[in-house]
């Protein structure tokens, strides 16, 4: 690949656009917001010219419902000879391309798994895309040529090619992302007007159920219009497993014994489905989380006590595999949580012990 | 105080031994099962002896729906001046207790919010309660001898005292801690069935979401048994929400405009009160999460890597308040999100750029 041509120049579109042109592809940008791909051109992302013959590869990174017409314009204008798009979504796009007589044989839908909490040219770095997941998703019409272009963009970016179909990712991505969005917005929304009393004993729990849900609506609305169907079945699920969850709590009430039993046994099959479904959410290299041990030290405020500890850890040739900082409320000491290799464990609390840490086990 | 008497030697029982013995007073442990006090003793939790006479205070750390029979007998065989008990809900052993027939004037009930994931003696550590919140729940019956014994036990294991109505702090935890874990295990349950392929595109979002998926099954049927009408009413608040949400997705679905429009600005609706909610939750000394700056910096897998960003940090004069790594899916590099203080960002940023770190803004 020698030339692409951008088209959106949001957080995607100019993260791609740094990476191909600081390896060495010439990449024009466009955006219907004209002050836009000059921010990225100052960014180094690219030339705001327009390029002066067809460029190999099209990256459309436009929200999920200008996909289709923008790029069955620039197939009519003969942009270049392969066209990919970046969105969250890739089975509306796909559709509304048929139905607006795109070619399909030049066109891939593409989903790279990498946000951030900024949108926007500025927000935008060359390393966005390392080493996360970069959905494709193509079909028997696709064109080898357009694949492999995409798999080049895919390799310049230093992500990790995964081939879906369109449908099965749209279901994915509702399952792990869509609705844990909406799930963290509906338990915060029960914060908004509950009393300072109460929302003063949360704890490390339900801040993190609840990150999330301090992300941006407007893009969020944007996601989820291009995806409602296959997120509306997974919420679905939810809410028959939650009216189940509310019949067992209510049955805890009850006088009759043999109601109450039956109450234990609902939500003990909750918290249980729980634990099985939670083992397969991938951590750090795709392990399950449960193949680290957790070493908790405490610590004080005091500047410079995280480098020791990480300090420490070095020298004993631990390497940590995740951390977490649980601090307590008002006060000046905390818990660090170090997650490490399980052989990794008694030496580092042997070695943390031996210079004065407190380990707490 | 100078005696003490701790009845139920697990974690929350032994770790208040610890502190109490840490700081002088001489403690009886005590517990059904004999093998229990033995440990804790051993960890120098106190004695397996029994007291010679009444002790200042009755330390009842046993599951709820245990407290008020086990406080009734203490009462009976006049092991102490005060008794206080300190399970995760208030008003059920309170009426039982009056049921039973105990002294109320005599009796305070407890909550230190600080739990673990593991339990039992060998778990417990004197600092567990530091800075912790420990609620409180006096009444009018509530002797002055006994209230104030109570909050001797707290700053003795320092941690903050917090006055509450016992139905109040039901209500409190019921939303703050019993919900978000019902809400974390439905939304992990989901992923028990899922395809691999799907599973694999999981980021930090469900991650986050379902951390407390992980917890122990009877410990939280243990609570949640002791406190099912108000997490019902909590979690039923939530099935509307959640039916409104099914709703508004599927009018996404619909071919009439006006039910398109109904449905973007019902999600909207509860992205937003999302946000509300989420601004809600306490961060690290209580201060809201938006009050601190996030700087990204990206690291390889080669050990050393994060002490040296916080060394460079405290030689920049910056303190972390908080940490969190993301990484790629089986690559060796990621991304360390450091959050400080909005005026330290631009201190942090400039050292770690100058010291050849590459910062993601």
């Known amino acids: 690949m020698r030339t692409a041509l951008v088209i959106g120049t949001g957080l995607i579109g100019t993260s791609a656009a740094l990476a191909l042109t600081s390896r060495g592809v010439r990449v024009h940008l466009r955006d219907r917001d004209p002050d836009a791909p000059r921010t990225a051109a100052a960014l180094g992302a690219g030339t705001e010219e327009p390029p002066e013959g067809p460029v190999d590869l099209a990256v459309v990174a436009v929200p999920p419902a200008y996909i ?6 620039s197939q009519r204008r003969g942009d270049a000879r392969a066209y990919v798009d970046v969105g969250s979504v890739k089975g509306g796009p796909r559709q509304d391309l048929v139905a607006l007589g795109g070619d399909l044989s030049r066109y891939l839908g593409t989903h790279p ?3 951030r909490e900024r949108s926007g ?16 998703t193509p079909t028997a019409e696709t064109d080898t040529e357009v694949l492999n272009l995409a798999l080049e963009l895919m390799a310049l ?7 879906m179909d369109a449908d099965a990712h749209d ?6 992302s869509h609705t844990p969005q909406l799930v963290s917005s509906l338990v915060a929304a029960r914060l908004e007007g509950a ?15 609840t990150r999330i849900a301090a992300s941006d609506p407007a893009m969020w609305v944007d996601i989820l219009s291009a995806n409602p169907g296959h997120v509306a079945e997974v919420l679905a699920e939810i809410a028959a497993d939650l009216d189940e969850t509310v019949r067992a709590l209510r049955a805890l009430q009850s006088s009759d014994e043999a109601k109450r039993e039956g109450g234990v ?9 729980g634990n099985a479904g939670r083992e397969r959410v991938p951590g750090k290299h795709g392990a399950a989380p449960a193949a680290y041990e957790t070493v908790a030290v405490l610590i004080t405020d005091r500047p410079g006590e995280l480098a020791r500890i990480f300090a420490d850890a070095g020298r004993a040739g631990v390497n940590v595999e995740d951390v977490r900082i649980e601090h307590a409320t008002g006060q000046q000491a ?9 052989t990794a464990a008694p030496v580092l609390i042997a070695a943390l012990r031996e210079r004065g840490w407190s380990i707490r086990q």
């Open 68 to 73: 289709a017409p923008t790029v069955a314009e």
């Open 195 to 209: 009393e300072e009393s109460a929302v003063r004993l949360a704890g490390q729990g339900i801040r993190d159920v």
């Open 265 to 273: 046994a609902g939500i003990e099959a909750v918290l249980r489905r």
């Open 113 to 115: 798994l990498s946000g």
């Open 334 to 342: 905390g818990l660090v949580q170090l997650m490490v290799e399980p």
């Open 171 to 176: 279901r994915a991505v509702a399952l792990v």
């Open 121 to 136: 040219p500025l927000a935008a770095t060359a390393d966005l895309f390392e080493g996360r997941p970069w959905v494709l």
């Open 157 to 163: 970016c230093r992500a990790v090619p995964v081939v």
